[in-house]
């Protein structure tokens, strides 16, 4: 039973004393933030040079919007990176955050079987085509998660006085990443933000069938949990992060990151 | 000073009552034999004695000195120490067996290895020293069970049917433990239907009947 | 990328030490490891106590126990997630998103197996062990401890289950820790992600890694219970 107890201790003391991957740093940055920016590659191409200068850590929660944003409203993130300005709004207005900046943008596209059996390719105007998948009952993928993405989408059913539902329309409750894998596996419409889209093309094996329209417009803005309402919360890592994102140097970095030589978002700070 | 004074026993199960003890006492180098048919109480007895169950009435002498209750009883051990029927062994090896007693009394290791050696080569069981006890025989068993107990001396030592598995060596073990025993000027009582066992010289003969124990 | 180049893909990342992969192996095994030390003593206890002693309370402690190993790994999860939260009563320390409340979360999972496993064990062992243990002189504690190591075999069992299933959860982990790369990122959280970017090579790759550690674990403990050569 001695022996036992000697192992139990010597086990306890290796696996808390050794390390975890990356040595525990005292000052840590939290950032939620949307799948789209997470899976394009971004943040990974990004962030370690923001760390390098900071000398902390900076650890990324990658949900959809409406999710980051509510991390930020509970007080379990410092900074969120989001794109959804309506609610961005709404959340700054509400006393949760601050130091709201415009940090990038990229655009939304539809994209849908090569087919494209509702005869939406080429198109102008991302509310006819809508209206075209859902009168047809085309086959179409939802984000369903409050993200960004899914917002964006939900607006345009909204302009369109349509409440979709039906076997043709599917929630999916996901990220865009997942969502793209769904669509292309189900050979259905989606509408999906360009950065991800570019980062998955290989995989997904559909192509972008209508973009441009002014309303497809996607940007991206950076906001900091309120210190007044979260004293314990990073607001200096958040201020520090925020200011390196909006700076020549993060604005260039942003502009310079490409996924199969295109370039997935473009810088916007003022 | 006897060993063991016990007065006034009672014992029911329910409704029967098992055990009606008036006056018993167990000297020092003497032995006892209980004997009684199947279900008299002589295991209950036994265990009573050793405090792994509690009389409804009792008081114990033991050395002179007053034990009321089982829980206090149960403290004497293994000065008194008591061997199951069917005895039972702890799933590891022989030595490992025989050294667990000797290893709750500050015995040092050296001194331990020595004693279980000792043990092992009276009981004849030094062969099977690493060998996991459910690997033996009755007979082995048994023997395991008595080098276990002698290792530690008791001066009240309660074997409940100790040659039941009818192995030759083990019924000659228990009558030379006995013999020990007598010399060291301990005391043995052993719960028995063996008549070989009965026929044993110089001990006394305790037979329960009915609830009432007989000396002879 | 057909299957066979995803398998094949997958071992060169793990044999050409790739540091993200091993470094995602590591947090597995470093969480699992801590969640099953912390909880093995508890659960032991438990289950030895509620063998052992009768007491008021007992018979319902036992159905919770036994509720608590069909509960899904997500509801376990958004429990933890809820009172980890800053909204949530523990909120001050800071723990959700840490490999801390990983190993809290996986600790309570493997609770109840430990428990109740230990319980049935201890519940098979012969009633004479304790007594035997009494009379060649053990006091009740010493006696009780040694009722348990004659259930080691099924402790041994308990443990080898209540690992697997901790190493190979996702619902708690993915919850409570944030699928963070190099802090919560474990095995199955990485699959999750990996898969759902399309990435089979990394997927199959740790997928690998879990199949060999939950052969491993099982191994050991057959290692040693033949060498306590237990029945």
């Known amino acids: 039973m001695k022996r036992i107890m000697q192992i139990w201790l010597a086990a306890l003391l290796a696996t808390t004393l050794l390390p975890s991957v990356w040595a525990a740093d005292p000052n840590v940055v939290r950032l939620a933030t949307t799948t789209s920016t997470a899976n394009t590659g971004l943040l990974d191409y990004l962030l370690p040079k923001f760390e390098a200068k900071c000398a902390c850590k900076v650890h990324v929660i990658a949900v959809g919007t409406g999710k980051a944003l509510k991390l930020g409203e509970d007080g379990n993130v410092d900074v969120m990176l989001v794109h959804a300005r309506p609610s961005e709004d709404a959340f700054v207005a509400a006393g949760h955050g601050i130091d709201r900046h415009d940090v990038m943008y990229n655009d939304f596209i539809l994209i849908g079987p090569n087919n494209d059996p509702a005869k939406i390719r080429g198109g102008k105007d991302v509310l006819v085509a809508m209206k075209k998948i859902a009168d047809a009952k085309w086959k179409f993928v939802s984000r369903g998660d409050d993200s960004g993405t899914d917002q964006m989408e939900k607006g345009y059913w909204k302009a369109l006085g349509i409440k979709p539902e039906g076997a043709w329309y599917s929630s999916a409750g996901q990220g865009m990443g997942e969502v793209l894998m769904i669509s292309g596996e189900m050979r259905a419409y989606t509408l999906s933000d360009r950065g991800t889209y570019i980062s998955y093309r290989d995989k997904v094996g559909l192509p972008i069938l209508l973009e441009g329209d002014s309303r497809m417009f996607n940007p991206y803005g950076i906001i900091a949990v309120n210190p007044k309402k979260y004293p314990d919360a990073n607001y200096n890592g958040a201020k520090a992060l925020t200011d390196w994102i909006i700076s020549a140097e993060g604005q260039k970095l942003i502009g310079d990151f490409k996924v199969g030589g295109e370039r997935l978002f473009t810088p916007s700070a003022k | ?216 | 990328m057909t299957l066979a180049d995803a398998a094949r893909h997958a071992f060169e990342l793990l044999l050409g030490g790739d540091a993200t992969l091993w470094g995602i192996i590591w947090i597995s095994l470093r969480v699992s490891c801590l969640a099953m030390l912390v909880a093995t003593p508890f659960a032991v206890v438990l289950g030895f106590v509620l063998a052992t002693f009768t007491f008021p309370g007992r018979r319902a402690l036992i159905v919770v126990l036994q509720t608590m190993l069909a509960l899904p790994t997500v509801v376990v999860g958004l429990l933890l997630y809820l009172i980890l939260s800053r909204q949530g009563p523990l909120g001050e320390w800071h723990w959700l998103f840490t490999q801390e409340a990983m190993v809290l979360g996986q600790a309570v999972l493997a609770f109840p197996i430990l428990a109740a496993m230990t319980l049935s064990g201890v519940q098979g062992v012969d009633a004479r062990a304790a007594e035997t243990a009494r009379t060649l002189g053990a006091t009740p504690l010493r006696a009780a401890l040694t009722v348990l190591m004659e259930a080691r075999f099924a402790v041994m069992v308990a443990i080898a289950s209540g690992s697997g299933r901790v190493l190979s959860e996702i619902g708690c982990a993915m919850m409570v820790g944030g699928n963070i790369a190099g802090v919560t990122r474990n095995i199955t959280t990485a699959i999750a992600l990996e898969t759902s970017k399309g990435e089979f090579a990394q997927g199959i790759a740790l997928g690998t890694v879990l199949v060999a550690l939950a052969l491993a674990v099982n191994f050991a403990i057959a290692m040693l219970q033949g060498k306590g050569e237990v029945r």
């Open chain 2, 1 to 216: 000073m006897p060993l063991l004074a016990v007065k006034k026993l009672r014992k029911s199960y329910g409704e029967r009552l098992l055990l009606d003890i008036d006056a018993l006492t167990f000297a020092r180098g003497a032995s006892y034999l209980l004997t009684g048919d199947n279900g008299s109480g002589k295991t209950t007895l036994l265990r009573i004695l050793a405090g792994l169950e509690q009389a409804e009435t009792g008081t114990f002498l033991f050395n002179g000195v007053r034990y009321d209750s089982a829980a206090d009883l149960a403290r004497l051990a293994p000065t008194v120490l008591y061997v199951h029927q069917h005895c039972y062994l702890f799933h590891t090896s022989v030595a490992a067996n025989i050294e667990y007693g000797l290893k709750l009394s500050g015995v040092s290791c050296s001194e331990r290895k020595k004693l279980v050696q000792a043990e092992m080569d009276w009981a004849g069981v030094a062969h099977l020293a690493d060998v996991p006890t459910h690997r033996l025989s009755g007979g082995e068993k048994q023997r395991v069970a008595l080098a276990r107990a002698r290792v530690l001396k008791p001066q009240l030592l309660l074997l409940d049917e100790p040659t039941a598995n009818l192995d030759d060596e083990a019924r000659e073990q228990v009558v030379m433990l006995i013999q020990q025993m007598r010399e060291a000027r301990n005391c043995v009582v052993i719960a028995t239907h063996d008549r070989e066992m009965t026929a044993m010289e110089g001990a006394v003969h305790l037979r329960l009947e009915g609830a009432s124990l007989h000396v002879s």
